[in-house]
């Protein structure tokens, strides 16, 4: 399917699980993006890729780990899953100014 | 530091009304002004942008105002309706001078808009 996919959709862990996002984009876009949104706190950018293998911190990236070996995917990882990483997680790419959003992941970590 | 402030946090209007969304910015090197519409369990996606070189631009019934003077932009939605209930988020980023294709977010506005 063309366009940027997530798995899984929902996910449900314990504290101290290690879990990985998945974020795969079809368009071949350079830029990619992973945000957590929370009630009343907006989106908020965690990791950003410029190309593979270049990756950046954003404002909120304590706990999270990500990689991108192929220009196609970018998963993020938290290493050891906290409560307050309960959120919706969203991987969004582009290649110039607009960014496209995937449908998200409901993480909840109990 | 919010470098983009929107204002309000949520909004009811009836139908046909005309809901507006202010943004404020603060960073004058800001070239590129976009707003994002989401609806429930669904992504943000692009709903209009605009540029300062022009104080207004419109897409259907949504319309992008811009003073440049007093780092001010915002969105209105002529005859609004039901369907048009979302959180509506405004941007701003350095789309032209960046080189990281970051955009700095409002917190976003929810927009009810009853029959």
């Known amino acids: 399917d063309a366009g940027i996919t997530q798995s899984p959709r929902y996910k449900i862990t314990e504290t101290g699980r290690q879990v990985t996002l998945m974020c795969h984009q079809t368009?071949?876009?350079?830029?990619m993006f992973w945000y957590r949104q929370d009630l009343g706190h907006g989106l908020r950018l965690i990791y950003y890729?410029?190309?593979?293998?270049?990756?950046d911190k954003g404002e909120v990236p304590d706990g999270y780990v990500v990689s991108r070996s192929k220009t196609e995917n970018f998963p993020l990882t938290l290493e050891s899953a906290t409560r307050s990483q309960t959120s919706v997680y969203f991987c969004?790419?582009?290649?110039?100014?607009?960014?496209?959003f995937g449908p998200g992941t409901r993480l909840t970590v109990l | 530091q919010q470098q983009v402030k929107q204002s309000p946090q949520s909004l009811i209007v009836q139908k046909g009304g005309i809901p507006i969304i202010n943004c404020a910015y603060e960073?004058?090197?800001?070239?590129?002004f976009p707003w994002y519409q989401q609806f429930p369990g669904k992504g943000p996606a692009l709903l209009i942008a605009?540029?300062?070189d022009v104080s207004e631009k419109k897409e259907g019934r949504f319309t992008i105002s811009f003073n440049k003077s007093a780092k001010q932009f915002s969105l209105h939605i002529m005859d609004s309706q039901p369907g048009d209930s979302a959180t509506y988020f405004c941007?701003?980023?350095?789309?032209?001078?960046?080189?990281?294709?970051?955009?700095?977010w409002g917190l976003g506005t929810s927009l009810a808009v009853n029959p």
């Open positions: 969004a790419s582009s290649e110039y100014n607009e960014q496209f």
């Open positions: 368009w071949s876009h350079s830029y």
């Open positions: 890729s410029a190309a593979a293998d270049i990756t």
């Open positions: 960073n004058t090197a800001f070239d590129y």
């Open positions: 605009i540029r300062p």
């Open positions: 941007a701003a980023s350095m789309g032209s001078a960046g080189n990281n294709r970051k955009l700095i």
